[in-house]
């Protein structure tokens, strides 16, 4: 049932991501990092004050949030080993056929964004640039299957969106 007096918790949502990224590592500036260095080419007089505004703008977006915290969930979820069989399993080994990680990233944060995003978030995914290279292959134990997806489509949304900005 839709609450018309529930106020949704924007604030709280946009803590409990960047919360968790900072758990695992990584800040805005991280995710700036990658942005700018897939756009710098495009755009000779880009800035990296410009693309850690663009980063933060596409953090406060509501879809993105939420796609951002069911993600950030399950990886916890599997972390924790509190997830049911088969789908523990399939989370926890980032099965390459399982691609639901990839489809939260892409259609519900970068995909907001345009070709752009979709092209960018793409080539992210393949190429692991940054800190994207670390959270796909954790060495403490942890599930990032969702984590890192989610990261690239951020950058690959703020690159976006500094594109049509300079369009």
């Known amino acids: 049932m839709n609450d018309p007096k529930f106020k949704y918790p924007d604030k709280a949502s946009y803590k409990f991501?960047?919360?968790?990224?900072?758990?695992?590592?990584?800040?805005a500036d991280d995710i700036a990092s990658i942005t700018y260095n897939i756009q710098r080419n495009y755009i000779p007089n880009l800035t990296l004050e410009e693309v850690q505004k663009a980063v933060v703008d596409v953090l406060h977006k509501r879809e993105v949030l939420n796609?951002?915290?069911?993600?950030?969930?399950?990886?916890?979820f599997a972390s924790?080993?509190?997830?049911?069989?088969?789908?523990?399993?399939?989370i926890e080994k980032d099965s390459g056929v399982f691609?639901?990680?990839?489809l939260i990233a892409e259609g519900g944060i970068s995909?907001?964004?345009?070709?752009?995003?979709?092209?960018n978030f793409g080539y992210l995914d393949k190429?692991?640039?940054?800190?994207?290279?670390e959270l796909d292959t954790p060495t403490?134990?942890?599930v990032n299957t969702f984590l890192d997806d989610i990261i690239a489509a951020v950058a690959a949304a703020a690159g976006a969106k500094i594109a049509h900005a300079h369009a």
């Open 80 to 90: 924790d080993h509190r997830l049911p069989e088969p789908l523990q399993s399939i």
């Open 127 to 133: 190429e692991k640039h940054g800190i994207l290279k």
């Open 140 to 142: 403490d134990g942890s």
């Open 17 to 27: 991501v960047t919360d968790y990224f900072s758990s695992k590592g990584v800040e």
């Open 67 to 76: 796609n951002a915290m069911v993600g950030i969930v399950l990886d916890q």
């Open 111 to 119: 995909g907001i964004y345009g070709k752009i995003a979709t092209t």
């Open 99 to 102: 691609g639901v990680d990839e």
